[in-house]
């Protein structure tokens, strides 16, 4: 039976067109267990006390394993309680004067004295909402002696230097850990020295490049540990807290930076859950331009197809006025921003205290309005929130009736981690995926088989990448002088040896008869930044006033913030009247405009391998080579490459038609990313045997590089704006005609690797969703893209189909 808020976006069979999809997800029961003998009986009471009789089987296993001194990925859905798995033996053994481990080999292991904790997490706003969480456990249970905080970058001075002498459970970030908790260990002693637990929250979130940093951090982590510990102490205990995921032992072990069959893993979910339905849904076909309704983060040369941005404020609207409790996931800020504004203003027209219900929830915000934010939607001041991934993480935000996903959020894993959001508590739920005019989303909700029964995805990460490994060796070695000894924490001996042996070539590290020696004055962290954010973030601040409104990332700044650009922060509209990237802040001035800005940037690409410089100390000698590959006449290629990109304009265009109003000039620097690229490249008689003329190749080439870049994602664990892409009729190193697919991250994140050893059957995918959409010449559900920095100009949907057609001619298999 099909949840009864169905109905309402089918609105009375008027939308039962756009419904392609409808799958039910049964209720499942839920099956608990008696609570471990070994807990501490405070604990346990009050847990009791806050409704937990008793704890479910999976919460126990995760419990007893880590206990026992087992690492534990412990991989379950969103609500399951993961949270009690890795606090009660964490808290217990805090409280316990003498901590007494039993080993997988039966010896017993007593260590004195009191022991601390550490978790974990990949936002602030995830461990201020663990440790809401864990205080109410304490107070319940009258354990005073309970010392729980959160330290990271807000974290003052004198409160710091408290958590420093006197926490015994510290809630953090990776990147506090690795600015300031490792550079500055020595004061970090006392936690360092009785560590026994290690939590790392959310896990599935440390893919790409960040999960191969984070894993870093970690090793370096558990190396000062082993430092500090009394003799004969074993290591802290690692628990990694996951969404349900592909191998979650070698994603734990990964990140760990142990053996997989090291590690006892917990996937089996024994949480209640309520039955939810489970809706594809694709916009309706719209008659023209004119009647085009606000967009929001789709590309303006927009096809037949209603925006997702704009069906999604419709459908959101409708669930506010039947009283449901909503989360509406969109692709980025700006469509949060947008989906907010456009649903408040349906719902002014209907019952005007309504609108008052809705907003916005992104990055960005500061932290007190995020958690007022929060506050409001948990105890029901606010039905619905518009929001970008931000609350895709395990803040507890329950009870809800609705959720729905505006565009394809990267992985699988993604989908579901949302659509867990619905029906928490055992209650029931529905979930709408709301397509965007984008291939791949296209394909999803005409093939829900694709999305609702294939496997998850695997988190991928490669810590041995010499682009994160080489700063984060410099970072050790500031830290503690790396010895021959902590080599293999940190990937194959002799690899680190090879990548230590050029960072002393360059001067970056003095090698010793003892180790390896930072020797410079400045430290050694800010050689790395986790997040590839390229930065530090740019302060969106009021010029009148001097408030702040938010932060946008160092990489998107000069796309965003730039001079002119409008500015939308909770549906209030600001300019930019100028951005300074010396001191990093955007000078915003708050004003009514009735149009939006779109920036232009130009991207050139180099192949890199005989490159001699690497940013952050990385080694060129260490740069994986080229590989090579030819289907006949045509070439592939996979290797590192040097993307320089360079914002140089911006369109104004009226809203909510989007008809451009002006175009402006802007000086901004280049920005150079080194990367991994697959490429292939086509010479003039493929060209000539698919039809294409001269005028008409770079724009075969252009549509196929955006189709290509959208359909990617089908094959790897990523998302389409994990990805970059070039194509030119004549590219300087290959001599040819060549498309190229870049990661988007410094020394890439495995995904180009991974197209080019699929790249027939992604090739082919690619053409098939060219050739199948039914556009006439090219729309956002095929080659048009919302990132394209040329404003998808020029591009050939029939080129782009008869070169893919001329190009699969040769293809093996």
């Known amino acids: 039976m099909t949840h009864p808020l169905l109905d309402v976006l089918l609105a009375g069979g008027r939308r039962a067109d756009r419904l392609t999809h409808a799958a039910e997800i049964p209720a499942r029961d839920g099956e608990s267990a008696p609570w471990p003998r070994w807990a501490d009986p405070a604990l346990v009471a009050g847990y009791r006390s806050l409704g937990v009789d008793q ?13 026992s001194g087992r690492h534990v990925a412990l991989a379950t859905s969103t609500g399951s309680g993961k949270s009690l798995a890795f606090w009660l033996p964490a808290l217990t053994s805090v409280r316990a004067d003498t901590a007494a481990t039993v080993l997988d080999a039966g010896r017993i292991e007593s260590t004195l004295g009191r022991g601390s904790v550490l978790y974990i997490c990949p936002t602030k706003a995830l461990a201020a909402d663990q440790l809401a969480g864990v205080q109410r456990v304490v107070d319940a249970s009258g354990a005073r002696d309970l010392r729980v905080a959160t330290c990271d970058g807000d974290t003052g001075f004198e409160e710091r230097c408290w958590v420093q002498d006197h926490a015994d459970a510290v809630l953090t970030n990776p990147d506090f850990l690795h600015f300031s908790l490792l550079p500055n260990h020595r004061r970090w002693a006392r936690l360092l020295r009785s560590l026994r637990y290690v939590i790392v929250d ?24 082993a430092h500090y510990a009394p003799a004969g102490s074993r290591p802290p205990t690692v628990v990694v807290a996951s969404a349900t995921t592909a191998e979650p032992a070698t994603t734990a072990g990964r990140l760990a930076g142990v053996p997989a069959e090291e590690i006892a893993v917990v996937d089996d979910d024994a949480s209640p859950a309520g039955a939810r339905t489970f809706a594809l849904w694709e916009p309706p076909v719209r008659p023209g331009w004119d009647a085009a309704p606000v967009e929001g983060d789709l590309d303006p040369d927009d096809g037949p197809r ?21 989360l509406a996931f969109t692709r980025s800020r700006r469509g949060a921003e947008t ?8 719902l002014r027209q209907v019952d005007p205290s309504l609108a008052t219900r809705v907003a916005a929830y992104r990055g960005g915000y500061l932290p007190e309005e995020r958690r007022a934010l929060e506050e409001a939607l948990r105890g029901g001041e606010l039905r619905a929130l518009a929001t970008t991934n931000a609350l895709e993480l395990g803040v507890d935000i329950s009870g809800l009736d609705a959720v729905l996903i505006a565009g394809w959020p990267g992985t699988r894993m993604s989908v579901w981690q949302q659509a867990g959001r619905a029906g928490r508590a055992g209650a029931d739920g529905l979930v709408a995926f709301v397509a965007r005019e984008d291939p791949l989303d296209t394909y999803l909700v005409r093939h829900p088989e694709t999305l609702l029964d294939a496997p998850l995805e ?11 490994l080489a700063p984060h060796l410099c970072a050790a070695a500031a830290e503690l002088p790396v010895r021959t000894e902590d080599l293999p ?5 002799a690899d680190v040896r090879s990548v230590l042996d050029v960072l002393v070539a ?27 954010t390229g930065g530090v973030p740019v302060r969106v601040v009021e010029a009148e006033t001097g408030r702040v409104l938010g932060t946008v990332d160092a990489g998107s700044a000069d796309g965003q913030v730039h001079d002119g650009a409008v500015y939308v922060h909770q549906g209030e509209t600001y300019v930019v009247e100028h951005l300074d990237l010396d001191d990093h802040v955007a000078l915003v001035q708050r004003r009514g405009v009735d149009h939006g800005t779109w920036s232009r940037d130009v991207t050139s690409i180099l192949i890199a391998d005989q490159q001699e410089h690497v940013p952050g100390g990385g080694p060129a000698e260490e740069l994986p080579a080229t590989t090579r590959r030819s289907w006949g006449p045509v070439d592939w290629g996979v290797g590192p490459v040097e993307v320089t990109s360079q914002v140089v304009g911006y369109q104004r265009r009226r809203l909510p038609d989007l008809q451009v109003l002006g175009t402006e000039s802007l000086d901004l620097p280049e920005r150079t990313l080194q990367t991994t690229a697959v490429w292939w490249s086509v010479p003039a008689e493929v060209l000539d045997a698919a039809g294409l003329d001269a005028a008409r190749v770079p724009g075969a080439l252009h549509a196929a590089e955006h189709a290509s870049i959208g359909m990617l994602p089908l094959l790897a664990t990523c998302d389409r704006w994990d990805l970059g892409g070039v194509s030119t009729d004549m590219h300087v190193d290959t001599g040819r005609a ?22 027939a059957t992604w090739l082919r995918a690619t053409r098939d969703a060219i050739a199948g959409c039914a556009c006439a010449d090219g729309c956002p559900a095929c080659v048009q893209s919302p990132k394209c920095g040329s404003f998808n100009e020029p591009l050939d949907k029939a080129g782009a189909v008869a070169l893919l057609d001329a190009l699969l001619a040769h293809a093996p298999g």
């Open 55 to 67: 704890p479910w089987r999976h919460q126990v296993e995760a419990a007893e394993a880590a206990w």
């Open 202 to 225: 959310e896990g599935h979130a440390y893919r790409g490049v960040f999960g191969a940093h984070v894993a870093l951090v970690l090793r370096r982590l558990t190396r000062l540990a």
């Open 306 to 326: 209603r925006s997702a941005t704009a069906e999604t404020a419709d459908l959101l609207a409708d669930l506010v006025v039947h009283g449901a409790r909503s």
């Open 339 to 346: 989906v907010a504004t456009v649903t408040r203003e349906h």
């Open 458 to 468: 695997a988190t991928v990460f490669d810590p041995t990448n010499p682009y994160v």
């Open 489 to 493: 924490s940190f990937g194959r001996p």
């Open 506 to 532: 360059r001067g970056a590290l003095r090698r010793r008869t003892s180790g390896w020696y930072w020797t410079h004055a400045q430290g050694a962290a800010g050689l790395t930044d986790l997040r590839g």
């Open 738 to 759: 060549t498309v190229f697919v870049y990661d988007a991250y410094p020394g890439g994140a495995g995904f180009a690797e991974r197209g080019y050893d699929v790249g």
